[in-house]
């Protein structure tokens, strides 16, 4: 029953940064792992960044060194920062929310990046 909204996408030059935010109706601190995960067309959604409850984080690979993901517990917000974007990294980018098996997934936002 969490809400996760989403904000922050858009279009950027290639080698540009953009911000993504995600809101939850809820305590993050309260939920085990919070995620952005992205989906081009065609593609299988991968799995980008995820921050546990008590902080620790893993980057994928593709996007290790480029992005970081980040949490504000008093404002129920997790943060995806992304530097150095690639065309690549053009997609749709989702936020989730996960605990005990359960899962809520946030509206996704688009991110194209031109070259």
């Known amino acids: 029953q969490v809400q996760l909204v989403v904000s922050g996408g858009g279009l950027v030059q290639a080698g540009g940064s953009l911000r993504l935010s995600c809101k939850a109706s809820?305590?993050?601190?309260?939920?085990?792992?919070m995620a952005w995960y992205r989906q081009a067309p065609g593609k299988q959604r991968e799995l980008v960044a995820t921050?546990?409850?008590?902080?620790?984080?893993s980057i994928a690979d593709s996007v290790k060194g480029r992005f970081t993901i980040s949490r504000d517990n008093a404002g129920n917000t997790v943060d995806l920062q992304m530097n150095n974007l690639k065309s690549e990294d053009t997609a749709v980018y989702y936020c989730?929310?996960?605990?005990?098996?359960?899962?809520?997934w946030g509206q996704g936002t688009q991110v194209t990046v031109s070259s």
């Open positions: 809820s305590s993050i601190d309260s939920i085990s792992t």
């Open positions: 921050i546990l409850r008590g902080g620790s984080t």
């Open positions: 989730n929310a996960a605990n005990w098996g359960a899962s809520w």
